[in-house]
């Protein structure tokens, strides 16, 4: 795990077999392969999304919201995923489809 320096990822984290910080506060943003990056990016990109197509997310379906945005995220063009390949995925999830 990868994180900032904030007190409370100390505690959120404990139980993961590594975590490792930089400190923004001294102005260390990356050290070897340590940064937050990719969840500053993901969260960028989350935050747009939820703005400009959902515009609302009732707080108990957040999760669900972020599952959804996962998905999309992992099965990305990015990451080899083409729109045909993502959606192959998807229906192979769907229980009962064999």
């Known amino acids: 795990m990868m994180t ?6 100390k505690r959120a984290f404990g139980g993961f077999a590594g975590h490792e910080m930089v400190d923004h ?3 260390e943003y990356v050290r070897g392969e340590c940064h937050t990056n990719t969840a500053e990016g993901y969260f960028s ?5 939820m703005k400009a197509i959902y515009q609302h997310c009732d707080e108990k379906h957040l999760h669900r919201y972020l599952a959804e945005f996962d998905f999309r995220y992992n ?5 080899g995923v ?7 995925r998807a229906l192979k999830a769907v229980p009962g489809s064999g």
């Open 4 to 9: 900032d320096q904030a007190q409370y990822y």
């Open 25 to 27: 506060g001294k102005e």
């Open 45 to 49: 990109l989350f935050k747009k999304v």
């Open 75 to 79: 099965h990305r063009v990015a990451n």
């Open 82 to 88: 083409n729109d045909l390949a993502r959606m192959d």
